[in-house]
Protein backbone atom coordinates (compact mmCIF):
# COMPACT_ATOMS: atom_id res chain seq x y z
CA UNK A 1 0.00 0.00 0.00
CA UNK A 2 1.81 3.56 -0.96
CA UNK A 3 1.88 6.07 1.55
CA UNK A 4 -0.91 8.53 0.00
CA UNK A 5 -3.46 5.56 0.23
CA UNK A 6 -2.08 4.85 4.06
CA UNK A 7 -2.25 8.51 5.13
CA UNK A 8 -5.47 8.80 3.57
CA UNK A 9 -6.79 6.25 5.63
CA UNK A 10 -5.66 7.61 8.40
CA UNK A 11 -7.58 10.33 7.85
CA UNK A 12 -10.64 8.83 7.04
CA UNK A 13 -10.64 7.60 10.75
CA UNK A 14 -9.96 10.36 12.34
CA UNK A 15 -12.45 11.94 10.66
CA UNK A 16 -15.35 8.98 11.14
CA UNK A 17 -14.23 8.81 14.82
CA UNK A 18 -15.00 12.90 15.35
CA UNK A 19 -11.79 13.33 17.22
CA UNK A 20 -10.77 16.54 15.64
CA UNK A 21 -11.68 19.41 17.38
CA UNK A 22 -11.03 23.25 17.06
CA UNK A 23 -6.97 23.78 17.27
CA UNK A 24 -4.89 26.73 17.98
CA UNK A 25 -1.18 26.86 17.52
CA UNK A 26 -1.08 30.14 19.53
CA UNK A 27 -2.15 28.93 22.69
CA UNK A 28 0.90 28.26 24.57
CA UNK A 29 2.71 31.31 23.72
CA UNK A 30 2.96 34.24 25.98
CA UNK A 31 1.58 37.43 25.21
CA UNK A 32 4.03 40.45 24.12
CA UNK A 33 5.15 42.86 26.98
CA UNK A 34 4.19 46.13 25.13
CA UNK A 35 2.15 48.47 27.68
CA UNK A 36 0.83 51.54 26.00
CA UNK A 37 2.45 50.06 22.58
CA UNK A 38 -0.74 52.19 20.67
CA UNK A 39 -0.67 55.40 22.76
CA UNK A 40 -1.76 58.71 20.72
CA UNK A 41 0.03 61.96 19.57
CA UNK A 42 -0.39 63.86 23.02
CA UNK A 43 2.60 65.38 25.16
CA UNK A 44 1.73 62.85 27.52
CA UNK A 45 1.47 60.07 24.92
CA UNK A 46 4.84 60.65 23.67
CA UNK A 47 6.11 61.18 27.00
CA UNK A 48 5.16 57.41 28.03
CA UNK A 49 6.41 56.09 24.78
CA UNK A 50 9.98 57.42 25.62
CA UNK A 51 9.59 55.78 29.17
CA UNK A 52 8.59 52.55 27.53
CA UNK A 53 11.24 52.70 24.86
CA UNK A 54 13.98 53.29 27.57
CA UNK A 55 12.74 51.26 30.82
CA UNK A 56 12.09 48.20 29.00
CA UNK A 57 14.56 47.48 26.24
CA UNK A 58 17.47 49.77 27.57
CA UNK A 59 17.48 52.06 24.78
CA UNK A 60 17.48 55.70 24.28
CA UNK A 61 14.82 57.66 22.10
CA UNK A 62 16.69 59.81 19.40
CA UNK A 63 14.84 62.85 17.85
CA UNK A 64 14.53 62.99 14.23
CA UNK A 65 15.76 66.48 12.83
CA UNK A 66 15.61 66.17 9.17
CA UNK A 67 11.89 65.06 8.82
CA UNK A 68 10.78 67.64 11.37
CA UNK A 69 9.03 70.86 10.28
CA UNK A 70 11.26 74.05 10.32
CA UNK A 71 10.43 75.22 13.48
CA UNK A 72 11.77 72.31 14.93
CA UNK A 73 14.57 71.99 13.17
CA UNK A 74 15.57 75.51 13.89
CA UNK A 75 15.15 75.08 17.55
CA UNK A 76 16.80 71.66 17.96
CA UNK A 77 19.92 72.08 20.39
CA UNK A 78 21.66 69.00 19.96
CA UNK A 79 23.58 70.15 16.67
CA UNK A 80 24.80 73.98 15.57
CA UNK A 81 23.35 75.21 12.25
CA UNK A 82 26.32 74.46 10.64
CA UNK A 83 25.98 71.16 11.57
CA UNK A 84 22.13 70.86 10.70
CA UNK A 85 22.46 72.79 7.50
CA UNK A 86 25.67 69.59 6.68
CA UNK A 87 23.55 66.76 8.17
CA UNK A 88 20.27 68.12 5.73
CA UNK A 89 22.42 67.87 2.63
CA UNK A 90 24.14 64.44 3.93
CA UNK A 91 20.38 63.16 4.18
CA UNK A 92 19.28 64.72 1.16
CA UNK A 93 22.57 62.99 -0.75
CA UNK A 94 21.34 59.69 0.74
CA UNK A 95 17.58 59.80 -0.17
CA UNK A 96 18.37 60.65 -3.76
CA UNK A 97 20.52 57.66 -4.06
CA UNK A 98 17.63 55.70 -3.10
CA UNK A 99 15.75 57.43 -5.40
CA UNK A 100 18.14 56.98 -8.46
CA UNK A 101 18.04 53.18 -7.83
CA UNK A 102 14.44 52.87 -7.60
CA UNK A 103 14.31 55.00 -11.49
CA UNK A 104 17.17 52.85 -12.35
CA UNK A 105 14.92 49.27 -11.38
CA UNK A 106 12.12 50.74 -13.04
CA UNK A 107 14.06 51.48 -16.22
CA UNK A 108 15.64 47.98 -16.45
CA UNK A 109 12.67 46.23 -16.15
CA UNK A 110 10.23 48.83 -18.79
CA UNK A 111 12.89 47.85 -21.16
CA UNK A 112 13.44 44.39 -20.47
CA UNK A 113 9.77 43.84 -20.07
CA UNK A 114 8.77 45.84 -22.91
CA UNK A 115 6.31 48.19 -21.46
CA UNK A 116 5.64 51.60 -23.39
CA UNK A 117 4.31 54.22 -21.98
CA UNK A 118 1.23 53.58 -23.61
CA UNK A 119 0.58 50.55 -20.86
CA UNK A 120 0.93 53.53 -17.89
CA UNK A 121 -2.27 53.76 -15.90
CA UNK A 122 -4.36 57.35 -16.12
CA UNK A 123 -2.14 58.49 -13.15
CA UNK A 124 1.20 58.23 -13.98
CA UNK A 125 2.17 60.27 -16.72
CA UNK A 126 0.48 63.46 -14.89
CA UNK A 127 2.23 61.95 -11.33
CA UNK A 128 6.01 61.99 -13.87
CA UNK A 129 5.04 65.65 -14.93
CA UNK A 130 4.74 66.62 -11.46
CA UNK A 131 7.51 64.48 -10.36
CA UNK A 132 9.67 66.46 -12.92
CA UNK A 133 8.55 69.93 -11.80
CA UNK A 134 9.56 69.05 -7.85
CA UNK A 135 13.05 67.89 -9.24
CA UNK A 136 13.62 71.28 -11.49
CA UNK A 137 12.77 73.19 -7.87
CA UNK A 138 14.55 70.87 -5.73
CA UNK A 139 17.67 71.70 -8.11
CA UNK A 140 17.19 75.29 -8.03
CA UNK A 141 17.28 75.26 -3.92
CA UNK A 142 20.38 73.24 -4.14
CA UNK A 143 22.06 75.96 -6.25
CA UNK A 144 20.83 78.65 -3.72
CA UNK A 145 22.72 76.78 -1.02
CA UNK A 146 25.41 76.12 -2.81
CA UNK A 147 26.41 79.41 -3.40
Known sequence: MSISKKLKEIIDEIIKEDELEEASVTGNVAGYQTPNAFSGKQAKDKKKEKQNAENSTGYTVVQEIYGTNYPTFKKEESKNSRQKVNGAIKEINK???????????????????????????????PRMTKIAERLLKVSHKLREIAS
Open 95 to 125: RLFEIERIIGRAAKLKQEAGVSSDNYWKSTK
